[in-house]
């Protein structure tokens, strides 16, 4: 069994994150968000894995993956972006007879692929599609379930026939790809998978519902990412290598050999990479700090903070921020009560 990664788009609801990247390199608990996908799927047993990108996302794309172990990844070109079918489609001649999974790379499940995988293994139907109960399924692709069979699927109704919104995973037979063959475009524009499934129900072929267990998140926003870094960090075992001077670390805490903590205080679930200090600081519950950043004099909690980033001489503790690779934070003499900040790459604030 194969799979595909949709990564083509550019994310813009996470603006001004993804001007200079795109959504799937972002970081959450010390990985790009597509390799946090690509784990799940070689857990599930998959390791041929076609990531459809676009000329804007190919470079970084292949960055993030290239040295990912123990999987054989194809990037598959998109040049324009139509909807889910057509990037479904563009991978075709790669997918060839064999089955495929398809896995938005936005999205992370606390169980990953391999309950799906493994149900549509077993029962091999036409289209195995994940679902997740939701407060508002106007949002979502909506379907309608008989049992585990799915009768009818619609995308982003206005009277939902159900709360079931599809949710990210879907498990295939080389079946869809007739369907999505000559399939029109929806009323947006878009070449809609939710049409390309509606398509094998018609044609009586079996399409089954597996209802997602634990956590699910879709990482389409700024907090999404917040949130999904904190669910990623709960599954966190320490492991101390670095240098930890005059410093108190409490619960589980990642710091890597060549890291170092100097006259601060930590407190787990916390992710530092490689190369980091941290100096007269204070690092709280539910942050990963990325590689060569440093942080001194500042306290930081609840935030993801990417590769390369300062921090220094804040008096006010920084909650709830997303840093950018490279960004810089730095203090002044006078600042505001609180400060909760997105920043992209490259930038600098000076908080005076």
């Not at 001004?16 to 608990?29: F, G, N, S």
């Not at 139907?125 to 379930?145: K, M, R």
């Not at 956590?215 to 599954?235: I, S």
């Not at 690779?325 to 908080?351: F, M, N, W, Y």
Request: proline fraction near 6%; hydrophobic fraction near 40%; charge should be negative.
């Amino acid at each position: 069994m194969k799979a595909i990664i949709p990564a083509a788009g550019l994310g813009t609801r996470l603006r001004p994150l993804t001007y200079t990247r795109p959504k799937p390199v972002l970081r959450v608990a010390g990985q790009p968000i597509i390799a946090h996908a690509i784990h799940t799927l070689v857990h599930a047993g998959i390791t041929e894995i076609g990531i459809v990108v676009s000329d804007i996302t190919r470079d970084e794309i292949q960055h993030a993956v290239h040295r990912l172990p123990d999987v054989q990844i194809t990037l598959i070109d998109q040049h324009d972006q139509l909807g889910l079918g057509h990037a479904v489609l563009t991978a075709r001649e790669w997918v060839g007879p064999d089955d495929f999974c398809v896995y938005l790379g936005d999205n992370l499940f606390e169980h990953g692929a391999a309950p799906f995988v493994h149900a549509f293994e077993q029962d091999r139907p036409a289209a195995l599609i994940a679902l997740v109960e939701v407060p508002d399924p106007t949002a979502f692709g909506v379907a309608q379930l008989e049992g585990n069979r799915i009768i009818r699927l619609v995308e982003k109704p206005k009277a939902p026939p159900s709360n079931l919104a599809v949710a990210g995973l879907y498990c295939f037979t080389p079946e869809i790809f007739r369907m999505l063959d000559g399939m029109p475009a929806s009323a947006r524009g878009e070449y809609e998978i939710t049409d390309g499934i509606q398509r094998l129900i018609d044609a009586g072929l079996t399409v089954q519902g597996q209802p997602v267990q634990g956590w699910w998140k879709d990482t389409g926003r700024p907090a999404d990412l917040l949130d999904a870094n904190r669910l990623l960090l709960e599954q966190l075992e320490g492991d101390i290598q670095g240098e930890v001077t005059d410093s108190r670390i409490t619960g589980r805490v990642v710091i890597p050999a060549s890291t170092r903590v100097i006259r601060s205080k930590i407190v787990g679930p916390v992710m530092l990479g490689e190369g980091v200090v941290i100096e007269d600081a204070y690092i709280g519950p539910f942050t990963s700090i990325g590689a060569n950043s440093v942080v001194r004099g500042a306290e930081v909690e609840h935030s993801v903070v990417d590769e390369g980033a300062q921090i220094e001489h804040v008096s006010k503790r920084l909650q709830d921020c997303l840093i950018g690779v490279r960004a810089q934070v730095r203090g002044g003499r006078t600042v505001p009560r609180t400060h909760k900040l997105t920043i992209s790459d490259a930038s600098l604030v000076e908080l005076a």
